[in-house]
């Protein structure tokens, strides 16, 4: 099977990447990441990937006039390298309409609660696990889903649950759910990169 060239968009520390690196080395994922591309100087990220030997890149948000002109940035250098997948693992932007286009079903997205609650602008980080204490939901759990031009709408791939506890913090409960983001990103990239996922409106099938 050839190998699926990957493309990871960014924002900050980067344990999502990783868990899709360490895959990829594994053999689990058919696939090698290619490109990292960060949008702040200090991400963490960067320094991951080039522990790992991969093209990481800087695109400085705050240097381009808008989102048009960072996608555009990117669009470039994920094409330069024949990606297949983009995914988006902690990436708190949001990317234009035309790089969405351009890439049609092939970005991934994972977001720290089940989806479709929890999800939508302003909806990151630990304002999400926030919300979700706010709410009293008994569970929550992460989400891996194709980005269409709405924020969290697009085709959910696989989700994971766990408890939430009387006594969790935004901290304690992001904890618990980043745990099975490690686990279940990397499985949806399997997936993806072994051709398994086929979209049939808001669902996804997985070919067995
Ligand atoms: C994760 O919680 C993910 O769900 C959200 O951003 C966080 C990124 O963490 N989209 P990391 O940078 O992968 O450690």
Known sequence: MKKCKIGVLATGGGTNLQAIIDACESGMIPGEVVVVIANKKDAYVLERAKKHNIDSILIDRSKCRNMK????????????????????????????????????????????????????????????????LKSGARFSGPTVHFVDEEYDKGAIILQDVVPVMDNDTPESLHKRVLEKEHIIFPKAVKYFCENKLVISGKRVIIKE
Not at 81 to 107: H, Q
């Open 69 to 132: 002109e960072f996608s555009d940035k990117a669009a470039l250098e994920l094409n330069n390298r024949s990606v297949d997948l983009v995914c988006l693992a902690g990436f708190l932007l949001k990317l234009a309409p035309s790089f969405i286009a351009e890439f049609g079903n092939r970005i991934l997205n994972i977001h720290p609660a089940l989806l479709p609650a929890f999800g939508g602008e302003g909806m990151y980080g630990h304002h999400v696990h926030e919300a979700v």
